[in-house]
């Protein structure tokens, strides 16, 4: 009895998943996150959900990026829940601050507009280097250069369940170049000319237009206009070289030179969203149903019973985002399926 006992108190209630000591990833992956010193709490936060629901069993290596030299304090505490290689680097000047070319005045009275409209961030120059850094710079960082696939993280994010598969080997193996988790409609006073600016592109561009691409995803009128529809990208998991090839550089180029970033407020997401719709084909975007994730104040958790009971998922199915008033899945749904896009009887708001 006694030794019977022994033997039971000797092996762990919990063992935690397979460590990645000396296993070699099997893709040539990142994870990914941009984010202040004064970030710190909730970088922790969303690294250690990272890696006890993921990472943990695979050890892909972590890149932190930042326009000013990362703190000891921030390595030390980011340093100490990660086993695999970390590495921290600075952002090129160029690729954050606003460019001299930029008129001023012009961009001063674009932010003093939506302060008055009372449109989120629309006061802030960081929050604009941001936007215009995410779309159009992270994967010319020198430490991005040796990696194809990244997972970008954001601070203060959760990961709801546990990974029971490495996404980044699902991307490569079926060919998929750009996945997501959360879809919705941006605001309109951030963008009032980016589609227009979309459509100048594509009209002297169209060669880089794929076929079987997601048009009818972004568009409710073949292209006419934008219906607002985007990925979220404060999560993202996506092929580098699909930012860094011909069709996308030139595209970015194109809508920088338009100064929206800044006298308007593009943001990241869309021009993300709307270059994936039209220069990949469709199949090549990936909705990853299983991974559940919050980002304030969306939760996308799995419906599917099994699913969720298979990742031991946190998260209230009932909460998932996935069909409420402002989300754009219904949208992605049926341009997936090749069905004529609806609109929305009722628009949200
Ligand atoms: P939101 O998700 O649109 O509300 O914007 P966030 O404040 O979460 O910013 C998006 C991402 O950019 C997060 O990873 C932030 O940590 C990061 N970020 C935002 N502003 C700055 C900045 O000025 N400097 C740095 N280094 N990171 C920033
Ligand atoms: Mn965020």
Redesign the pocket.
């Known amino acids: 009895l006694l030794a019977a006992s022994r033997a039971r108190t000797s092996t762990p209630v919990w063992e935690p998943p397979m460590r990645a000591h000396n296993a070699s990833a099997r893709a040539n992956a990142t994870m990914l996150?941009?984010?202040?010193n004064s970030?710190i709490n909730?970088?922790v936060q969303s690294v250690r959900e990272a890696e006890d629901r993921f990472n943990r069993a695979y050890g892909y290596p972590w890149v932190f990026?930042?326009?000013?030299p990362f703190s000891e304090d921030f390595k030390n505490r980011v340093g100490n829940l990660i086993q695999g290689e970390v590495y921290f680097g600075q952002?090129p000047h160029d690729h954050w601050y606003q460019p001299d070319w930029i008129d001023e005045q012009r961009a001063a009275a674009g932010r003093k507009q939506l302060v008055r409209q009372k449109v989120?961030?629309g006061g802030s120059v960081?929050?604009r280097?941001?936007c215009r850094f995410?779309s159009g710079f992270f994967f010319h960082h020198p430490l991005l250069q040796k990696y194809r696939w990244y997972w970008r993280v954001?601070?203060?994010v959760h990961f709801h369940c546990d990974m029971q598969h490495d996404p980044f080997v699902y991307m490569e193996e079926h060919n998929k170049t750009y996945g997501f988790t959360i879809t919705m409609l941006e605001f309109e006073k951030t963008i009032p000319t980016l589609w227009p600016a979309v459509r100048e592109f594509m009209d002297a561009n169209p060669q880089y237009i794929a076929p079987g691409n997601a048009l009818d995803y972004v568009s409710y009128n073949r292209g006419e206009t934008y219906n607002l529809c985007h990925f979220w990208s404060?999560f993202e998991i996506a092929d580098l070289d699909f930012w860094r090839g011909e069709a996308y550089r030139k595209f970015f180029d194109f809508l920088d030179a338009k100064g929206g970033f800044y006298y308007e407020r593009w943001?990241d997401a869309p021009v993300h969203s709307i270059a994936a719709a039209l220069f990949l084909p469709k199949e090549r975007i990936h909705f990853f149903r299983e991974i559940g994730y919050f980002?304030?104040p969306f939760t996308h958790c799995p419906v599917e019973r099994d699913i969720w009971q298979a990742g031991r998922c946190s998260c209230n199915p009932d909460d998932s985002f996935d069909y409420t008033g402002y989300s754009c899945m219904r949208q992605w749904d049926r341009a997936l399926a090749g069905l004529a896009p609806e609109m929305p009887n009722q628009l949200p708001g």
Do not use: F, K, Q, T
């Open positions: 996150m941009l984010a202040r970030d909730g970088v990026l930042n326009e000013e952002i989120i961030y960081s929050y280097n941001m995410n954001e601070p203060d404060n943001g980002h304030h």
